[in-house]
């Protein structure tokens, strides 16, 4: 029988090396040029875990818009009134019955869902005690981009208001329902502002938050050429060194811009404004607060430029 190494001189069987006078075996080729490199897949960036949709191809969808909470019956009621396609749950109390049957019908006719809930409910869910017996879950109104607002802006008077610094909810509300009440066009927002809409805005604008938009603006410097561009005065406030604004002349196209009560306007709009104007008073206090003294501001503004 032959045998199996007459067959091919670099027959090795089960155990052998190379045989022998064939010398010792060559180097591999990264033995002979150092150290031993990683393979392409050891040095691939790990797969991440499971769970984890960072980088996944799903991230490219548009993220759903967030549900946020508000409360207050006028609040509630203007918010249902004005966009009603918005709302997605209602929680209320038992005595709110009677005052929100139009608002139980829609739901119960659009199947969603509402609760008669307890006041301790309420206050959990809207972290506050001024709930007013009634809280909506609703999708947020979008924030405007200034641009696209200016594109069909109001033509000759028109008012807007630039909240720089001034970060209180609660100062958003009464802003809000001020400037609604005196016929302000749009309220705009810096784009590091923390303000938004929210749950504790909406309460204190009584309403309000319906019916004047917010404007998230994008560079400072841009946001005043566009402004100018439209026919635009800004007018700042200032503590002291400006202007009576009861003996001044408030441009009938107008940028109201109110800063923070502790730091003031930026200095880069106090410099771009055509106008700085204070509001008097008998010195007793230093200044009013920011909500006081827009509505004192945006009444003046009408005063001069209410149309005959």
């Known amino acids: 029988?032959?045998?199996?190494?007459?067959?091919?001189?670099?027959?090795?069987?089960?155990?052998?090396?190379?045989?022998?006078?064939?010398?010792?075996?060559?180097?591999?080729?990264?033995?002979?040029?150092?150290?031993?490199?990683?393979?392409?897949?050891?040095?691939?960036?790990?797969?991440?875990p499971y769970g984890d949709v960072e980088g996944r191809q799903d991230d490219l969808r548009p993220a759903k818009p967030k549900e946020f909470r508000i409360y207050g019956l006028n609040a509630c009621l203007s918010a249902f009134r004005v966009r009603p396609e918005s709302v997605r749950k209602l929680w209320l109390l038992e005595s709110r019955i009677p005052k929100l049957q139009e608002l139980l019908a829609f739901c119960v006719k659009h199947r969603i869902g509402y609760n008669v809930v307890e006041n301790e409910d309420l206050e959990k869910l809207t972290a506050s005690a001024h709930h007013e017996g009634v809280c909506l879950a609703m999708l947020p109104q979008p924030e405007l981009n200034l641009s696209n607002w200016l594109m069909t802006a109001p033509t000759g008077r028109c008012l807007l208001l630039?909240?720089?610094?001034?970060?209180?909810?609660?100062n958003l509300g009464a802003i809000m329902r001020s400037a609604a009440h005196f016929g302000a066009a749009a309220i705009l927002l810096p784009k590091t502002s923390?303000?938004?809409?929210?749950?504790?805005?909406?309460?204190?604008?009584?309403?309000?938050?319906?019916?004047?938009?917010?404007?998230?603006?994008?560079?400072?410097?841009?946001?005043?050429?566009?402004?100018?561009?439209?026919?635009?005065?800004?007018?700042?406030?200032?503590?002291?060194?400006?202007?009576?604004?009861?003996?001044?002349?408030?441009?009938?196209?107008?940028?109201?811009?109110?800063?923070?009560?502790?730091?003031?306007?930026?200095?880069?709009?106090?410099?771009?404004?055509?106008?700085?104007?204070?509001?008097?008073?008998?010195?007793?206090?230093?200044?009013?607060?920011?909500?006081?003294?827009?509505?004192?501001?945006?009444?003046?503004?009408?005063?001069?430029?209410?149309?005959a």
């Open 162 to 170: 630039w909240l720089d610094g001034v970060g209180n909810p609660h």
């Open 194 to 307: 923390s303000l938004s809409h929210s749950g504790a805005a909406a309460r204190v604008a009584e309403g309000a938050a319906e019916h004047v938009p917010l404007i998230r603006l994008g560079r400072t410097d841009n946001a005043i050429a566009q402004l100018a561009s439209a026919g635009f005065t800004l007018v700042s406030t200032v503590v002291r060194g400006g202007s009576d604004v009861f003996r001044s002349e408030l441009p009938a196209r107008c940028v109201m811009v109110m800063g923070a009560e502790q730091t003031g306007v930026d200095s880069d709009l106090l410099a771009a404004s055509g106008l700085r104007v204070e509001v008097p008073g008998t010195g007793q206090v230093e200044s009013l607060n920011v909500s006081a003294a827009a509505a004192v501001l945006l009444a003046e503004w009408r005063r001069q430029n209410s149309k």
């Open 1 to 48: 029988m032959t045998d199996p190494k007459d067959k091919h001189p670099l027959y090795r069987g089960p155990g052998q090396g190379r045989e022998e006078g064939r010398g010792p075996r060559p180097p591999r080729r990264d033995d002979r040029q150092g150290p031993r490199m990683p393979h392409r897949a050891e040095r691939a960036a790990p797969r991440p």
